[in-house]
């Protein structure tokens, strides 16, 4: 089979389950943007000058495809979807971010005032890149539920502690590589 379908032509995407919705439909700006964000992260995973962050970074994009995957499930499919082996985000998965978080702020001596402008290193730029892409998919999330559909509070959380995390990465790889601050505003 090939990639092109020919079947959004019309301007109409698939949703899981044979369902078609419109390629603006928010649940679609939402998964979309989260696919944007991964892509990112890839990014960061090829710069980064901080192994462990990449090996970190891999383990979100891992997340991030059931993630999109709930999110491309309309409601009254969900149960066909746990009946299929699939799984919904779940708390831990956030508070596995706010440990890193923790971590972060507490033991690795990130020094950082006023706001830093990105570009510093190559790493940081891309960690930059990832926080603001994933700073639109939470927007996209919002709208979604604002217009009605379910999000799980879940996947809220956790983009949600994705873009502090990534903030602190930029900043601990530019501590680690000595160029913070160089270009930072107060």
Known sequence: MSIATKTGDDGTTGLMFGRRVAKTHPRVQAYGTLDELNTALGMVRAFCEVPVIGERVLAIQKNLI?????????????????????????????????????????????????????????GSACLDVARTTCRRAERALVAMRQSGHAVSPHIMRYVNRLSDLFWLWARWTETLTGVFGQDSVS
């Open 66 to 122: 059931p993630i999109m995957g709930e999110l491309a499930v309309l409601e009254v499919d969900v149960k066909r979807y746990l009946d299929k082996g699939r799984i919904l985000v779940g708390p831990e998965w956030a508070d596995e971010l706010t440990a890193q978080i923790v971590d972060l702020e507490k033991n690795h001596k990130i020094t950082y005032e006023g706001w830093a402008t990105p570009g510093a290193t190559k």
